[in-house]
């Protein structure tokens, strides 16, 4: 997670100073600039700022018109709120297995692929890049809409590209536990003009007051309120002033304990889709038992056994569990959508034997490299 002090507080009192905090009413325009930055820095044309990630894939989605009646594939493995945003715009998710790098696995993408299918959310899960390069043509062969969670990769790079910017939209967290930090908050990308302008309207109250010229002809909508205020803005621009160099420092960091761990016979460094970008570190076991006894080490932790981000623990989901019986998005499925704990095998058993390296993150590379050295390859 990215840290927060000094700079955030100054940005904040700026922000105050200038007494109006109402984003589209204040003189600041700390939002604005932020978005410009983010828009820079990531290549895509359009950014909205919202209130959390989780609204900007609703947005994304009722933006590009998924709705009641479709299918939305997710992989197994991510955060709960890439399934619920589906059904917050009546849809439906389908769940996918992930392969080993942690991320959804093309071919049981294919696989779970039906005339229903309407959309992808592939996720940058962890900081680590989906497979864009195979997952892309596949939904641009069957029609379907990309709208890339990346939420835990803010300003993660796939390739030459950003993730987040390379599907129809995108979204981004800027919670307590992401590459930018603000507490909550979060932003959808995109370089679809409609889009943008529909998922800007659902996001407040339908766009009629705020001066925008460039509707593209779009009647308002009837839209909720998602809107951050100057405060959250000017932290933003705090933060993304230091995003580059955290993410460089975690490159280095991950490339050193990387050359460190390939020194173990028992173990293999999970496959990166983005290797010479590569910001997180994953090690994979030939069985969970050995997963175990090495996530018993200082700065490890074995995936299974420590995230809410795996499908088995999404009890409302599971149960088809919604807040009023006619507001019931499976209802409105084209058939039957049923969910089991034990529906994704190969999710579970990747997950069983895999480690997130965390040891040493927030030293200098060489310093992690030694303590990877010490603590990493001794016996247990």
């Known amino acids: 997670m990215a840290s927060v002090g000094l700079a955030e507080w100054i ?30 820095l990531t290549g895509a044309r ?80 962890g900081n680590s890049p989906a497979n864009m390069d195979a997952l892309l043509p596949i939904a641009r062969r069957h029609g ?90 000017a932290m933003l621009g705090a933060q993304l002033a230091k995003l580059g160099p955290m993410l460089r420092r975690r490159q280095a960091w991950r490339a050193a304990v990387a050359q460190v761990l390939r020194r173990r016979a028992d173990l293999r460094i999970s496959p990166h889709h983005s290797e010479v970008n590569a910001v997180a570190l994953n090690v994979i076991f030939a069985t969970p038992a050995e997963a175990e006894a090495f996530a018993q080490r200082r700065g490890v932790t074995r995936v299974l056994d420590a995230s809410g981000h795996i499908y088995t623990n999404w009890e409302a989901i599971l149960a088809k569990r919604v807040i009023h019986p006619r507001m019931d998005p499976w209802a409105w499925a084209h058939r039957p959508i049923d969910y089991a704990p034990d529906m994704c095998p190969r999710t579970l058993d990747i997950l069983a034997r895999s480690c997130r390296i965390h040891l040493g993150q927030s030293y200098p590379a060489r310093v992690a490299a030694v303590l990877a050295t010490r603590l990493l390859l001794s016996p247990a």
Not at 19 to 28: A, P
């Open 144 to 233: 379907l809409v990309v709208v890339e969670d990346a939420c835990q990769a803010v300003g993660v790079r796939y390739k030459d590209l950003h993730c987040g910017a390379m599907g129809d939209a995108g979204a981004f967290s800027f919670n307590g536990y992401k590459n930018i930090n603000i507490g909550e908050g979060g932003a959808l990308l995109t370089g679809d003009d409609a889009l943008f302008v529909r998922a800007r309207a659902w996001h407040d109250h339908g766009d009629p007051w705020r001066g925008h010229a460039d509707r593209l002809n779009q009647p308002p909508v009837v839209g909720g309120s998602q809107r951050v205020s100057e405060v959250q803005g």
């Open 11 to 40: 940005a904040a009192g700026r922000a105050i100073a200038r007494r109006n905090l109402i984003r589209h009413e204040g003189t600041g325009h700390f939002t604005d600039r932020f978005e410009h930055g983010l828009s820079a």
């Open 46 to 125: 359009h950014v909205l700022t919202m209130t959390s990630g989780t609204n900007a894939l609703v947005a994304a989605l009722a933006a590009a018109g998924i709705g009641p009646g479709d299918e939305v594939l997710v992989p197994a493995y991510t955060w709960i709120a890439t399934a619920t945003a589906p059904l917050l715009v009546g849809a439906v998710p389908v769940l996918v297995e992930i392969d080993e790098s942690l991320t959804m696995d093309p071919v049981d993408m294919a696989r779970k692929i039906t005339p229903h299918t309407r959309a992808v959310i592939p996720v940058h899960m």
